[in-house]
């Protein structure tokens, strides 16, 4: 008998691939719709501060109970609730919101509320789209506090006792890490991103997520049967019999697929003419080094720094950078490890350095400006780097270089650093290999003068395609025009590539560009010869790196390099490797 109802497509984008097919189990955060506003007179404020301090506290109790109780599975995990932890006491929400109460009079809840909106708009003008992301942890703690403010029933993910398919506004860590293998089949939310915790988190326990589908709770209701593509970033609501036998046999094959391509993750990243690609990872935390291996990485050809900073209550000291660095240098030796030095705008993510906030951050005080500025930040962070060298194959990498002055500063304020620690006695690598990030079109344009001065580019194409096409992907309006197969693109990557070559510098494309596998042909034929991605991706990567021949992606992208329109160049690769993409495309 026909399904009377008709199939609904709700597109957002893959959090994690695969599919899977079940009954919508929909979460619903109750309570926490309507925060109601009023008035603490001055004599009853400290009892107002009082009941705060006691929602944080049993807040922090539930937290401390959660993360006793995580399963194996998401232990990797687990450092994202200590980061929440640490956030309860955090100078910008707690104590602001203790501020709010007793100098405006405002009751705990709209104090929660009014700060945490206020440290939000912050973190969302970050260019940084992961660190841009971050706002969703203000979010996700202060609705714990809020929780236990307004007495509300909590999410208990760890309680559904059927195989079900989760919908959610949006998912917390907290809620994320929950999630039985064995109970929950996949999740769609209408919020959240690429770079969001839970896309990480449903990454590693590998079920398939669609997130930002923006009308999924409207849509769906508990018991409809849908379908969650990850690999396409679709839901389909209500599919017709044709649609389910058509997904079905995709299940079936990527499953296979996934389990064949897993299997040869540790196998060298050699094309089929026998050239090897190395294929690292972009990691910002130790904890993740476990991922690293486990996905057959090369090393770490990129290591965030910001993090240590991020979630201290200020800047580190050389001290306490460098036993973290040391501890990830011997966990990944012999395999390399590149540590790219502190990528923020000022005090807008960390505590106390008291910087103006800047109407335009994405062209303001960030990356290797803000470092120059800061010295004495800035020598702690090399220093240690230079003594973690001393314990594994480290190198240094300079985000945001616009210019030689900086390459030169840089490197001034490196060799300082090396005669600091050579009277000191500190033991560290005086040959440390140097690098520096081309992600804006100055650097690409003056490369062939940069590359005498280091001894590898590392290219950022998330900041490069933004910076080189006017587009900020975070607007709505205007993030389809974010295209790495723009022509424009393609022949900046090919002037920097050239460079390379011509002064025998290594070149890495550590964007996000690298890990997307309908961009290989491109990437290889232009001659990487490493990528680094998010660890795991390694294993599809490695995999139709082995499925190519270096010498045709090189000709191939000689004719690439002739179009003038990124459809043009997206209608070459499908005609020319769209079979090793057919799965995602079925």
């Not at 949006?170 to 769609?188: C, N, R």
């Not at 990356?367 to 190198?395: E, P, V």
């Not at 992907?473 to 723009?486: I, S």
């Amino acid at each position: 008998m026909p399904n009377s109802v008709p199939e609904i497509r709700l597109a957002g984008f893959s959090g994690s691939p695969g599919v899977c097919i079940g009954q919508a189990y929909i979460i619903e955060k109750k309570g926490l719709d309507v925060i109601e506003k009023y008035h603490i007179q001055p004599e009853a404020r400290y009892k107002e501060v009082n009941r705060l301090k006691k929602a944080v506290r049993k807040a922090k109790e539930e937290l401390q109970h959660l993360i006793a109780s995580t399963s194996t599975q998401v232990r990797d995990h687990v450092y994202i609730l200590e980061a929440h932890m640490a956030m309860f006491k955090d100078k910008m929400l707690y104590t602001q919101a203790i501020t709010a109460i007793e100098k405006e009079g405002l009751n705990a809840e709209w104090a929660v509320k009014k700060v945490s909106e206020s440290v939000k708009s912050i973190f969302r003008e970050i260019p940084d789209p992961y660190l841009r992301e971050r706002a969703d942890d203000i979010t996700h703690v202060s609705e714990l506090i809020l929780h236990n403010l307004v007495c509300a029933e909590p999410v208990k993910i760890s309680s559904i006792d059927k195989r079900v398919i989760l919908v959610a506004r949006d998912l917390s860590p907290a809620e994320t890490l929950q999630i039985q293998l064995d109970k929950v089949k996949g999740f769609v939310t209408d919020g959240g991103g690429r770079a969001s915790h839970a896309s990480i988190i449903a990454k590693s326990l590998q079920i398939p997520s669609v997130l930002g589908c923006g009308d999924a709770m409207r849509l769906i209701q508990s018991d409809d049967i849908i379908i969650v593509d990850g690999i396409n970033g679709l839901v389909i609501i209500h599919p017709s019999d044709r649609t389910l036998e058509t997904y079905e046999r995709l299940r079936s094959r990527y499953e296979k697929h996934k389990a064949s391509v897993n299997r040869n993750a540790h196998l060298p990243a050699a094309t089929n003419d026998h050239v090897t690609i190395r294929t690292k990872a972009n990691i910002e935390r130790p904890e993740e080094i476990v991922q690293v291996r486990d996905y057959g990485g090369d090393g770490i050809g990129l290591f965030r720094t910001e993090f240590m900073y991020i979630e201290g209550a200020g800047f580190p000291s050389e001290c306490e950078l460098f036993e973290r660095y040391r501890e990830i240098a011997e966990f990944m030796s012999p395999n390399p490890v590149t540590f790219r030095t502190l990528d923020i705008n000022g005090d807008k993510i960390v505590p106390g350095a008291n910087i103006q906030p800047e109407e335009n951050p994405a062209l303001g005080l960030r990356g290797i400006r803000f470092c120059l500025k800061r010295q004495n930040y800035f020598m702690d962070q090399i220093k240690a780097i230079l003594r973690a060298s001393a314990y594994g194959d480290i190198r240094i990498l300079f985000p945001m270089i616009s210019s030689m002055e900086e390459v030169l500063e840089s490197k001034k304020l490196l060799a300082e650093a090396k005669d600091s620690l050579a009277k000191e006695g500190a033991k560290f690598n005086p040959d440390m290999p140097v690098g520096i990030m081309i992600e804006v079109p100055s650097a690409v344009i003056l490369a062939d003068e940069l590359a005498k001065e280091v001894d590898f580019f590392s290219i950022g194409t998330n900041d490069l395609i933004q910076y080189a096409l006017a587009i900020d992907r975070g607007n709505p309006q205007v993030a389809y025009l974010y295209d790495a197969m723009h022509p424009a693109i393609l022949r900046m990557l090919k002037m920097v590539v050239d460079v390379c070559k011509k002064h025998n510098i290594e070149v890495c494309m550590c964007g996000e560009m690298a890990g997307e596998i309908q961009n290989l042909p491109l990437v290889l034929g232009l001659g990487m010869d490493e990528l680094s991605i998010n660890p795991p991706f390694i294993p599809e990567i490695k995999n139709i790196i082995r499925a190519v021949s270096q010498k045709e992606t090189r000709a191939f992208v000689e004719e690439a390099l002739k179009l003038t329109t990124s459809e043009q160049v997206y209608d070459l690769v499908q005609e020319r490797y769209g079979h090793l993409f057919r799965l995602e495309n079925a």
